[in-house]
């Protein structure tokens, strides 16, 4: 499922029209965003949780010449399935 196959769900499940589902959908995206970029978690019960991941610095190689090669420190968000999601994927 994509974002606009969400929307028409979304606008067929609630009787809306095809722009408040997609601004009700693009708040929600939106909102989740934020709170990730302010290195807070998103948790929806039963579905999912989002949250990020911060890595140090480390030396890697360059695959091509082999030389070393400095990594900054860098943060990453992460998705962890929720119990339920899990039990309903494995029914």
Not at 1 to 15: F, G, P, T, Y
Not at 19 to 41: C, H, N
Request: with cysteine.
């Amino acid at each position: 499922m994509n974002k606009l196959e969400l929307i028409s769900a979304l606008r067929d499940e609630e009787q809306i029209t095809k722009t408040e589902a997609s601004k009700v959908v693009q708040i929600v995206f939106d909102q989740m965003a934020d709170s990730l970029a302010k290195g807070e978690r998103v948790e929806i019960r039963g579905l999912c949780s989002f949250f990020i991941k911060e890595y140090k610095s480390y030396t890697g190689r360059n695959p091509k010449t082999g030389a070393n090669v400095r990594i900054k420190p860098k943060k990453l968000p992460f998705f962890k399935s929720g119990k339920e999601l899990k039990e309903r994927v494995n029914y």
